[in-house]
């Protein structure tokens, strides 16, 4: 699944590690503010193109609350009339807004209002601190997440692995079955559900590493929070987990609060140090028996492993230049 946003080239972090017991996909909305007034009229002069600008690269709306979600605005932008694609941000903002505004059906305005105010609602309700208070007043010993967080707490020990199992069978595993199923994407099975803090007096940073699962679900739970960016390094199997990054497999991901980020386990990642404030993830880590089963057969993991990828096209090329030098060969014996 493609993630918004772009990468910025930065040096390769140190070989990762194992989590301990442990194409990106983004989901929810953004924290920033684009205010509108609905009742500033349409401008008929200025209309959609019928095809889409294919050379045009969008801006990312991510950071932004909006009326609708931030990829509807990415996705209308290359329609846009070409004296719109180089206006400000804001400017396009308000254009599109008055678009949808003016010919989407009312349901489904308020359906957008209403899970942006339910997805408020949950962040600004949702206190780990509870779990922290409970755990520390009745003196009660907790499984930490993994080998590599300090604090958050395992949310199974809580009574909640019945809802992850349905989070994971109802949401996750048919997104992962259409984006992942490369790696067991169709038959995760099983979970590894905790929460984590990082922040003053908490995990500031996480090292570089892969995740003891297929697929990754990483939800921004907040606070107000600045740093403790992602960064992404490509996917990589057993075999070549400590080999360098391509160019292309540099992705850094910020948080926002109330959004979401679907990846492979074993893509390659760290968080960057929460430099102000405290953020809480929410993790959850899903597994294939069948998946982990067969790939004790396989030895060819081109198909998600970047380096093994890489080394099969290398293959493939070093063949056919083979092949032509011998054909260029047997050309010139027929001549002489």
Known sequence: MSTDGSGDRREDPPPPQNNGSGAIASIGGGN????????????????????????????????????????????????????????????????????????????????AQRHREYRQKIISNYQVENFENWVNEAKFRIMRPNTMNKFGAVL?????????????????????????????????????????????????????????????????????????ELFFRGTRCDKHVNTG????????????????????????????ATTAGHRINLLLWCRSSVFREMKKYQKDFSSWCGECNREKNERQRMSIAATKLELLRREGESTT
């Open 156 to 228: 199974d020990d809580f009574g909640l692995e019945t809802m992850l199992d349905k989070l994971m069978e109802g949401f996750i595993r048919p997104i992962s079955k259409v984006f992942f199923s490369e790696v067991g994407g169709s038959t995760l099975d099983s979970h590894h559900g905790f929460v984590v803090e990082y922040g003053k007096d908490r995990d500031v940073d996480l090292g570089f590493h892969v995740d003891d699962s297929e697929v990754t679900l990483n939800v921004c739970l907040g606070k107000e929070f600045s740093g403790g």
């Open 32 to 111: 920033g503010v684009v205010s509108g007034d609905s009742s500033r009229p349409f401008v008929p002069s200025q209309r959609l193109r019928l095809n889409p600008n294919k050379d045009h690269k969008p801006d990312n709306y991510d950071d932004l609350q909006l009326d609708f979600n931030p990829s509807i605005f990415s996705s209308l932008e290359p329609y846009l009339p070409p004296s719109m694609l180089s206006v400000s941000r804001e400017a396009k903002v308000q254009f599109m807004r008055e678009i949808l505004l003016r010919y989407l059906p009312q349901g489904e305005q308020t359906r």
């Open 245 to 272: 990054s391509q160019s292309e497999e540099i992705f850094d991901y910020s948080h926002v609060p109330g959004k979401a980020v679907l990846h492979r386990g074993r893509h390659r990642h760290g968080a960057r």
